[in-house]
């Protein structure tokens, strides 16, 4: 029974359709579970008798999609044969696209990747011959993984910008005669899922990381550019076209009219602008300009650094890098207090390619919050630095594909 049509969503009305509901949802309550199960536990759970269960069961066992996993010890009595999800006949490709980074993992049902590739010298571009290199480089990852079609329920692409994650359209890019989610499906002949980048990181958090069974939660996502998603009430929100959290473009009052900054929405000033990678970049210049000295960071290579180079200072202690760091963390934090008055979470999560400088940044961060945020608001929210690592883009994707599918708990 090939995953592709076992995951899909079936058209009620006769009696096959039903079993075929009814055995999705025994793979779904068998992903989630961290024992084995036996037959009557199942028939319990899908609210169906047992001769009806014992028949999908075996059905699900022939088709290799659940095993045997020994019996069950009783003081008296037959012992019940456990059954659990089959491991290795589940994965999902997750793909992490950002402006200069292609990330691509295949990850097991139970989040163990068993191939991953990544390329830093991928430029995002508008381009039909862009769109085909991401095609070909999933194709191929796949390939190399030595994983069949037919044991790969799903991609799920975590992608920068403004995506519209109902109907995995993009606002900037690949808008063909058809949408970038069903050109990959055709080509690819898996079923896809696309959404902003920072929103899969979210789902990553509360399946994988200190947001699970949290509430409110805001995920920050601070890498070159500034993302956020938002948890409320343990559901992601989305808003009604799928481009809620467009944090980086709120406005922040600049009182410098001379370092002014146009973001890429076309608008000025925008938060993004102040607080990113791409922003921490750009300061590096105006003080380098203005003479500011550092001991790693000198004047005649400015054009040359990136803001990891800003980063490594900072672990090394450079004077400059550091305030340049807590300048940005200040300023998130004076933003972040206003999302505490207004939505009152229980915790908010740093993540990124920032969670490399530790306290450095969060403690500027919490310094800022104090600035606007509501006093008895702010000591009911934990702030926290992300534990999953800078690298969790592309298990993300797989993240946000198996959480689609309701195969995980969360």
Not at 8 to 26: C, F, T, V
Not at 217 to 228: C, E, H
Not at 316 to 328: E, S, Y
């Amino acid at each position: 029974m090939g995953k592709l049509k076992f995951l899909s969503k079936y058209q009620h009305g006769n009696l096959r359709n039903r079993q075929l509901n009814q055995q999705l949802d025994i793979i779904r309550y068998l992903s989630k579970s961290k024992t084995g199960r036996s037959i009557p536990e199942i028939a319990k759970h899908i609210k169906s008798s047992v001769p009806t269960i014992t028949k999908m069961v075996k059905e699900l066992f022939d088709s290799k999609c659940i095993i045997e996993e020994g019996k069950r010890a009783t003081d008296n009595g037959r012992r019940p044969t456990l059954y659990a999800i089959n491991l290795e006949n589940f994965y999902v490709v997750g793909v992490e696209i950002l402006s200069k980074f292609i990330h691509v993992s295949i990850v097991r049902i139970d989040f163990e990747t068993v191939y991953k590739e990544f390329n830093r010298e991928f430029r995002l571009e508008d381009t039909d011959e862009c769109l085909h290199y991401i095609r070909d480089y999933i194709h191929n990852a796949i390939q190399q993984s030595g994983i069949k079609n037919e044991k790969i329920i799903g991609i799920g692409i975590g992608m920068r910008g403004d995506v519209n994650g109902h109907t995995g359209e993009h606002s900037r890019f690949f808008n063909r005669f058809v949408s970038f989610k069903t050109f990959l499906e055709q080509e690819l002949k898996l079923p896809v899922r696309v959404d902003n980048d920072t929103r899969s990181i979210g789902i990553a958090e509360q399946i994988l990381g200190q947001a699970k069974g949290v509430g409110n939660v805001l995920v920050i996502k601070v890498s070159r550019s500034l993302g956020l998603s938002i948890i409320l009430n343990k559901t992601m929100i989305m808003g009604s076209v799928g481009f809620a959290g467009n944090f980086a473009h709120t406005q922040f009052l600049n009182n410098d009219v001379e370092d002014s900054r146009l973001c890429t929405c076309g608008k000025m000033d925008c938060l993004g602008t102040v607080v990113s990678g791409e922003a921490l970049q750009n300061d590096l210049i105006n003080a380098l300009n203005n003479n500011r000295q550092s001991i790693y960071l000198k004047r005649e290579n400015k054009d040359n650094y990136q803001y990891h180079d800003v980063l490594d200072a900072v672990l090394k202690g450079d004077a400059l890098a550091i305030d340049l760091l807590q300048i940005q963390g200040d300023k998130l934090g004076q933003a972040l207090g206003n999302l505490i008055n207004l939505l009152n979470p229980d915790l908010i999560l740093i993540g990124g390619e920032f969670v490399m400088v530790e306290d450095f940044f969060i403690d500027s961060i919490k310094m800022g919050i104090k600035k606007t945020a509501l006093v008895d608001a702010m000591l009911s929210c934990k702030i926290k630095l992300s534990d999953l690592g800078r690298y969790l883009g592309s298990k993300a994707g797989a993240c946000m594909l198996l959480k689609a599918c309701d195969l995980v708990e969360y």
